[in-house]
């Protein structure tokens, strides 16, 4: 009876694909004895008002709890722990440092490392660059040159008496007269209780006293040694930035002239100290001076031969030092001051009041890199260069005098790792340190000491991320959970309503 409409249809004249029919349609009858969602006939249900308040209610915590749960699967989960130094980058630590000394001559300025176990490199000038800079720290120049400055081994004939004065002494009255009248003006600025300048003068001056006999001044007047004792010209030793005795400066009179208006360029003298020495270092600038110099003296001097022991003095007093160094994992320090084999200083004239545009550990990080990492982890690299911004400036008197300036910087490192395919990734290590800084009055030179200690420990931070199906099934209960609680609701506010209806 059940399948007798379906069997006259299917017998009925002409069809010739009855059983085939017959077989996919009591196929398909089996298949849906397994329906799990029947359908009730739409005239059997009943809507009320509490049922469609209690949907919209439903739908629209549906649509919260998904919000939620989304924003977590999008978000970073982290976990944080300690752990011993496992660095992948060695024994080594590099350091990255821009620092502007508004007070502190490019000539002398030294950079050098020591630490704990007995390593000592003094003035690094490999990867350390060197640019002259006003006290306003604006630079006045091209780079400074960064090759060291030559050891002198010759520092005087060894003579303890010398006959008469062969150099010129001069002062802040008659400097400028002789630096316009001779082309070639060299200066010894001394200091009478440096030792380095005592061992010079006999030598300096029997120089002058050669070079006088074979260039008069009177008939000559190609070139002049002088003299400036810096204790007595202490303006004018300033005005040329002499921050180290004896410092024997070149001036020339010449295409410098036409080119800054009257400024004299002048260069700074590094070789022997020996008479000989000397003397033949005064042939060599006279050389390319033609005789009648009060008349040629504006010619370019371009074809001047290269002196090696010759450089460009500073034309200001400021330096901006700039670059790295490698250094070993153990406390140690870098020190910036002036230093010098064949000078000496006078702490009271020596300021090192530094700004401090960069000094960081560990590899530089690109800024796009760097802010992709803040987004995920806001925490991390506040202290990555704690020092940036920071001025330690001391004005320059009898109070402040001798003041060297520390910084004490403790560094820890952090390292970001991911877990990708149950493996894990290295993202990013990165070093960040406290800083305390201090004045000391001190009777020596006056320097700035940046003491590091490397802690052996490391903060290691995880990325967990969450997996995709746990999002889908968290979504599943969600809308499965909210359909279910808002049912069972709704046939107890049903029920209930009927019951008091009747009641």
């Known amino acids: ?56 209610f439903a739908a629209l915590a549906m649509v919260f709890l998904f919000g939620m749960e989304l924003s977590s699967y999008l ?3 982290t976990t944080t722990s300690v752990i011993v130094d496992r660095s992948s980058d060695g024994e080594f630590l590099r350091i990255d440092f821009n620092l502007s000394f508004p007070a502190l001559s490019c000539e002398f300025a030294s950079v050098d490392v020591s630490d704990v176990l007995g390593t000592n490199r003094l003035n690094i000038t490999k990867t350390v660059r060197k640019f002259s800079i006003d006290r306003n720290l604006v630079p006045t120049g091209s780079e400074f040159h960064a090759g060291p400055i030559p050891t002198v081994n010759k520092h005087g004939d060894d003579v303890e008496e010398y006959h008469g004065d062969g150099s010129v002494a001069l002062s802040s009255r008659n400097f400028d007269s002789y630096s316009h009248l001779y082309p070639v003006l060299v200066v010894n600025f001394y200091a009478p209780w440096c030792y380095w300048s005592n061992r010079l003068k006999p030598s300096w001056e029997k120089a002058a006293q050669i070079i006088r006999e074979r260039y008069d001044p009177e008939m000559d007047g190609r070139i002049l040694l002088g003299k400036v004792d810096c204790t007595e010209e202490v303006e004018l030793c300033k005005r040329h930035h002499i921050q180290g005795y004896p410092s024997i400066r070149i001036f020339h009179k010449g295409s410098d002239m036409k080119e800054n208006q009257g400024h004299h360029d002048h260069d700074s003298y590094y070789g022997e100290r020996d008479t000989e020495s000397l003397v033949a270092a005064m042939e060599t600038y006279v050389a390319n001076i033609p005789k009648e110099a009060h008349v040629l003296a504006l010619e370019d001097k371009s074809n001047r031969t290269v002196d090696p022991a010759k450089r460009p003095a500073p034309m200001t007093g400021g330096c901006r030092i700039e670059g790295f160094v490698r250094v070993k994992k153990v406390p140690g320090s870098v020190v ?6 064949s000078h000496s200083f006078d702490p009271s004239q020596i300021n090192v009041s530094h700004y401090v545009t960069t000094f960081s550990f560990g590899k530089r ?13 806001p925490y991390v690299g506040g202290h990555h260069d704690r020092l940036a911004g920071q001025s330690y400036i001391v004005k320059h008197g009898d109070v402040n005098a001798n003041v060297t300036i520390e910084h004490y910087l403790q560094i820890v490192k952090t390292e970001l790792v991911t877990l990708r395919y149950a493996k894990e990734l290295k993202v990013l290590e990165e070093y960040e340190y406290t800083a305390h800084s201090s004045l000391v009055h001190s009777f020596y030179v006056p320097v700035v000491k940046f003491h590091f200690e490397p802690s052996p420990m490391q903060v290691l931070v995880t990325e967990l991320p969450k997996s995709f199906s746990h999002f889908i099934t968290n979504v599943c209960a969600i809308i499965g959970g909210v359909f279910t609680v808002a049912g069972i609701l709704d046939s107890i506010l049903h029920n209930t309503l009927r019951l008091v209806k009747k009641v």
């Open 365 to 377: 990080l690109s800024s796009k890199m760097f802010n992709e990492l803040k987004r995920l982890f």
């Open 336 to 341: 910036i001051s002036a230093r010098s084999g």
């Open 75 to 77: 978000a970073v989960n």
């Open 1 to 56: 009876q059940r399948y007798s409409g379906l069997w006259e249809d299917l017998s009925a004249p002409g069809r010739s694909d009855t059983p085939a029919r017959c077989h996919a349609m009591i196929s398909s009858s089996k298949l849906k004895s397994v329906d799990f969602y029947r359908k009730i006939p739409r005239d059997l249900t009943e809507a009320s008002l509490s049922g469609a308040g209690l949907s919209i």
